[in-house]
Structure formats: C-alpha cells, structure tokens
C-alpha cells in the first residue's frame, strides 16, 4: 500500500514513518512538505491508497485546504494529524469527508490502533477528545461542507428531529458506542459480537437514518450520542 505523509515538519513526518514500520505492513510511504507538493505526488502517483495530512502547512489552510483537497482528489482516503485536541475539530474535520483524525500529541501505540484501523477499511476518531468535549459543551453545528452531496450527509447527520423509533436497541448501541469513538473491532467486543454483525447492525442502521456514508454516521453518532454517553458514566 502506498502512503502520502503531507506536512511541513520533518520530525512529524519521520515519527509517522516509524511508527507505520511497526505495523509489519508492506507500505510504501511518499512526503510532501506544501500543498503543491502533496498535489503534484497524488497526480504522480493516482495510485497512492491513504493520506496523512496537517491542517496547516503551507498552501494548506486548514478546512479551506481540506476541501480543496477533496474536490481535486475525491477518490484518496484522507486522515488529519492535527495539534488541535477538540470535537469541534473533529466534527469539521469529517464534515470534509475524513475517514480519521490523530492528535499530534497521541503516543506510538495510539498512532499504531488508528493507521491499522483506517488501512483496514475503517474510521477512527480519538475518543478521548470526543468525550472529554462532550461533557464541556454540545457539538458544534456544521460549517461550509466540500459539496451539495455532502451538505446533505452532514444536515442528516445532526439533525435533531431525526426519529430514532426505527432503530432496534442493537442498532442504537452500535451507534452509542460509534459516537463515543469505538472502532467496529472495539465495538464488537464490548457488544460481545463478531465485527461483521457490527457492521450490518451499523448498515441497517444508516440504510434507516438515511445517512449515506461512513464519515456522516461517525458525525451523526458524535453529535447525538456522544454527549448523553459521557454524562450517563457519571
């Protein structure tokens, strides 16, 4: 697998590559230190299967830089590694349809669970941000989405008239448990399920919200459950 790590701090990007060699994976990694570059190596290499980019770094202004990013490149999975520890980060950072966000301050180990995560096909949120903001203040609402597909999939997600009635209990854990930053495998085993029975239970679920993608389920979950499920442990 071929990953872009994009960001204008050499320590950062080595860090990554160490830490990705942990991962006893054959990836091919690829730098970039500006937007322009990150740019000129996804045109190069088309077929490059993960991004790691910063908010901010030259060329790349933070949301703006996202949104440029999905437009050109719709079809390359994006994670953020941002010095930024708050939901409200997070949430606008999935508004552009990331499928991860990883603190700079994370260890080795945390770094590690989210790379193996998003290579395998999932999302990962850290949850320590999403509960630690949760119980100071609600979601905040969404700003400026990349298109009209994802204004949809982002006013589905946080909609607070949504009708969770047609929702099995199964399926209402699975989405608790989704806002509070799980990850399906986590998910299953707190649920005591197989991943694959998560993941349908996870699919009834958006087929019935109509929420039309990964990253809006994670927004939906954030913003509906997250808040309740930090209050409820007291």
């Known amino acids: 697998m071929k990953v872009l790590i994009a960001d204008d701090h050499w320590v950062v990007r080595q860090s990554l590559k160490q830490v990705m060699r942990r991962l006893h994976q054959a990836l091919e990694t690829y730098e970039a230190e500006t937007f322009d570059e990150a740019a000129a190596m996804l045109v190069e290499h088309d077929d490059i299967d993960l991004m790691l980019v910063d908010l901010v770094m030259p060329g790349f202004d933070a949301f703006d830089g996202l949104r440029r990013l999905r437009a050109s490149f719709p079809d390359v999975p994006v994670v953020v590694v941002s010095v930024h520890e708050d939901v409200d980060h997070v949430l606008r950072s999935v508004e552009q349809g990331v499928i991860g966000y990883i603190p700079k301050s994370s260890g080795g180990p945390e770094i590690e669970r989210a790379l193996e995560r998003v290579l395998a096909g999932e999302v990962s949120f850290p949850r320590r941000i999403i509960e630690r903001s949760a119980s ?88 509906r459950f997250g808040a309740a499920a930090t209050a409820g442990r007291g």
């Not at 969770?164 to 005591?192: M, P, W």
């Open 136 to 223: 100071a203040q609600p979601p905040a609402p969404p700003r400026a989405p990349a298109s009209a597909e994802a204004t949809t999939a982002v006013a589905a997600a946080i909609d607070p008239e949504r009708d969770l009635d047609a929702l099995t209990a199964r399926e209402r854990g699975v989405l608790s448990l989704l806002g509070r930053g799980y990850s399906v495998k986590r998910i299953a085993e707190e649920l005591e399920l197989s991943s694959q029975t998560v993941r349908v239970h996870l699919g009834n679920a958006m087929r019935k919200l109509n929420i039309r993608d990964r990253s809006a389920a994670v927004h939906y979950a954030i913003s």
